[in-house]
């Protein structure tokens, strides 16, 4: 596709996320033109499209699929949803962006990451802390500490997660009040070897929604993936997950829930001689990114501390514009499928390490 060219959307979804985390970032992006919308509430469905200048509406996907004259689909739904949705706009051509998790089982993410490969399209998941310019930052600098040795072997990286304000006192999206009608799609069958208290909410499903986050976060600063050593929950859902990567790095992941009103998120990384700190902002924060600072003690001469300067363009903005540059074939894509399909792995192999406790 020309660069040049006015990249076309189609979105499927249209409630809170729809809006607030993806519709109003399109809207505001050159280059780009709303030209349809899926959403099961009729009335709710018209607002969204008067707000935004979306010109055609529609009650399903696969009616804006077969009528609406779209480049890719941005789908915002619940991701037990995404499976087909996805499959469908695969099948149609189009380039596709969903939220995270990428769907309910490993065998059939690889599938649709095959049929998107088999069919020449962008397929992205949108883990947006990638996109977030402070981690985008920290990830470069990480990579140059290592590639240089000046300060030391990499020992360990940190992430921790305890939630809060993740809304951050946003406002309401637009909602005209109508019920949705019921959303008739497949959905993915439980895994046999699955109880099913460690499928739903409790289990696989409540962690690739909530921790696929920083399980993803982790690997993209890491430059590699891990393997799991050890795991434990409590009934409250606090986990703790340590592991490494193949060149030998620690890995430490510490989740729980907070429920105040800020929010408290972040990630550490620690070499023989220098330290990277970074604290993430509230998903639904605008303008706001990854505070870090970054610390150095050379062999020779003083020890420094600094913090980057950067332009303060939220993930979920950032996120947009890498989709629709990566449509354009300006750039790859930074969280694409094929290493999002990873996350609902490793959740799978978290749930069989539980089980053998």
């Not at 051509?93 to 990451?113: A, C, F, Y």
Request: hydrophobic letters at 40%.
């Amino acid at each position: 596709m020309s660069a040049t060219k006015v990249v076309r959307i189609g979105f499927v979804g249209g409630g809170y996320m729809g809006q607030l985390a993806h519709i109003e970032k399109y809207w505001k992006l050159p280059g780009v033109e709303l030209v349809a919308i899926a959403e099961g509430r009729p009335k709710t469905a018209a607002l969204v499209a008067k707000t935004y200048g979306i010109q055609e509406v529609y009650g399903h996907h696969t009616e804006l699929l077969k009528n609406a004259k779209v480049d890719a689909i941005v789908a915002i739904l619940p991701f037990a949803l995404n499976a087909e949705v996805v499959e469908d706009a695969i099948k149609a051509g189009k380039h596709i962006i969903t939220e995270k998790p990428q769907v309910n089982r490993s065998d059939k993410g690889h599938e649709l990451v095959d049929l998107a490969k088999k069919k020449g399209v962008v397929y992205q998941v949108g883990y947006m802390k990638r996109f977030d310019p402070g981690v985008r930052w920290a990830k470069a600098r990480i990579a140059q500490w290592r590639e240089s040795g000046a300060f030391g072997p990499m020992m360990q990286v940190r992430i921790w997660c305890a939630g809060g304000a993740w809304q951050w006192f946003r406002e309401p999206a637009l909602n005209a009040g109508d019920e949705p009608a019921k959303y008739p799609t497949k959905f993915e069958p439980k895994w046999d070897w699955m109880a099913e208290d460690e499928w739903n909410w409790k289990g696989h499903q409540g962690w690739t929604n909530y921790y696929s986050h920083q399980t993803n976060l982790a690997r993209y600063i890491a430059g590699e993936d891990y393997k799991l050593e050890y795991a434990k929950r409590t009934a409250g859902g606090h986990h703790i997950l340590c592991g490494y990567v193949p060149s030998g790095v620690n890995l430490y992941l510490d989740f729980t829930s907070h429920f105040h009103n800020q929010w408290d998120e972040g990630f550490e990384v620690r070499f023989g001689r220098a330290k990277l700190t970074a604290k993430m902002p509230s998903p639904l924060a605008t303008r706001q990114i990854a505070d870090v600072t970054a610390y150095e003690c050379p062999e020779k001469g003083e020890a420094h501390e600094y913090r980057p300067i950067l332009p303060s363009v939220d993930g979920f903005t950032s996120q947009a514009q890498q989709f629709v540059a990566s449509i354009r074939g300006e750039e790859p894509a930074l969280s694409p499928a094929s290493d999002a399909v990873k996350e609902v792995e490793f959740s799978e192999s978290l749930i069989k390490f539980y089980g053998k406790k």
